[in-house]
């Protein structure tokens, strides 16, 4: 059972677009969601992340947006730039329930920024 | 220099063979996890650990076994009970409840030839 889907394996954009990427959960005990960035032969690093008393959270070009009665979560990169190419992890966690922190991970977005 | 180290880059596996994975963090945390990344299907958790001495099986524990002896070790046997062992590892530390969630090792690579 994939508790946290990212249906789109890829995405592809033009350099100063905008990119979107989605993320849908099906646990309604998940209240703490975070998003990784991975390039290749590297292991992913933190990007950003939201608690699920907010609705938005803003780290510079990188803007998260949370719609809990939907259980769907999207990462905003506005410019995007050739650099943010990458796999994106989105990840969930009920962190006052009992996980004790545990991580449960998308399958993860290719996205190309092309020059 | 805080962080966490996995060892080898790159481990090449014959047929049949056990092999071990080396992770170490120093940045005093309780938790570790390993994950195993495929192409298009995420990250698949294997195995974590929230204390010394103790340890859970993950998502797909079948053909792997840890230990947990130190705080800082988290080592990754991949045995040959498992069937499709070449990947992408990745060990981890921290929870939820840091500021970053979890902190990655720069991933192995196994291979079976």
């Known amino acids: 059972d994939q508790q946290v889907k990212q249906n789109s394996p890829s995405l592809s954009v033009q350099e100063g677009r905008i990119s979107i990427l989605n993320c849908d959960y099906t646990?309604?005990?998940?209240?703490?969601f975070l998003w990784y960035k991975k390039y290749p032969a590297e292991g992913p690093t933190f990007l950003i992340s939201?608690?699920?008393?907010?609705d938005k959270n803003e780290d510079g070009r990188f803007t998260v947006f949370l719609n809990k009665s939907a259980k769907h979560l999207s990462l905003h990169i506005v410019p995007s730039q050739p650099g943010d190419s990458a796999v994106y992890f989105c990840?969930?966690?009920?962190?006052?329930?009992?996980?004790?922190?545990?991580?449960?991970f998308g399958q993860g977005t290719i996205l190309t920024v092309h020059p | 220099d805080g962080g966490i180290t996995q060892s080898p880059k790159y481990l090449f596996r014959k047929e049949g063979q056990n092999v071990t994975l080396s992770c170490e963090q120093n940045l005093n945390h309780d938790a570790m996890y390993w994950y195993r990344q495929d192409p298009g299907q995420g990250l698949r958790l294997i195995y974590y650990s929230q204390i010394v001495n103790d340890f859970q099986k993950g998502d797909i524990a079948e053909g792997y076994s840890v230990s947990r002896e130190k705080k800082e070790s988290f080592p990754l046997t991949v045995t040959s009970a498992q069937k499709n062992p070449t990947a992408f590892y990745l060990c981890?530390?921290?929870?939820?409840?840091?500021?970053?969630?979890?902190?990655f090792g720069s991933g192995t690579r196994l291979t079976v030839v």
């Open positions: 990840a969930a966690s009920d962190a006052g329930g009992t996980s004790y922190g545990k991580l449960t």
């Open positions: 981890a530390t921290g929870g939820v409840w840091d500021d970053y969630g979890y902190t």
């Open positions: 646990n309604s005990m998940f209240d703490y």
């Open positions: 939201i608690s699920s008393i907010k």
